[in-house]
């Protein structure tokens, strides 16, 4: 039983300040939204993005990536399991960034657009940068003092009275 409990302390400790929770809602909300779009507009954000990007088996990836992101985006906005939730979205943006964007920067003929070369790239890939920096920062820190997080954590390292 101690042990599991030293698992999820493990998970879910976090000594960051309840401004924290700044960062879980925006980077929570953009994985939530982005995720519901893919399935309201699948051709163009969802499995067709995924076939124009050349990922193997797109309507099975693009749904499923949508999946993960509205689930990891509602953990991350509720700041429960935080560092287990950002670690597939870190994948995911570096996923993002190597088959949409890097094409941008190597001035090949853009995916998504007809723009190329440095500032293309920093522009075209912002919010992936921004939602990669987010997530990189929760892993480190945590969910913040007001998370379900910190709540279970404290939970789990209080003494039971017998």
């Keep these: ?5 030293s698992r ?8 960051a300040p309840g401004a924290v929770i700044w960062i879980r809602a925006y980077v929570g909300a953009v994985f939530f939204f982005e995720g519901i779009q893919k399935f309201l507009y699948p051709d ?6 995924f076939d124009k990007a050349g990922i193997p088996a797109p309507e099975f990836f693009g749904p499923f990536d949508g999946v993960f992101e509205i689930i990891c985006g509602v953990l991350i906005l509720a700041g429960l399991f935080t560092r287990a939730a950002v670690v597939p979205m870190i994948v995911n943006m570096l996923g993002a960034l190597l088959i949409t964007k890097l094409p941008i920067l190597w001035g ?41 997080d910190a709540r279970l954590s404290r939970s789990t390292t209080t003494p039971t009275s017998r």
């Design 8 to 15: 999820l302390t493990r998970v879910t400790a976090t000594t």
């Design 44 to 49: 163009r954000l969802g499995a067709g993005r």
């Design 108 to 148: 090949e003929a853009a995916l998504f657009t007809d723009e190329s070369g440095w500032w293309d790239f920093i522009h075209e890939s912002r919010t992936d940068l921004a939602q990669l920096c987010g997530s990189m920062f929760l892993l480190i820190v945590g969910a913040g003092a007001w998370s379900l």
């Design 1 to 5: 039983m101690s042990d599991q409990r």
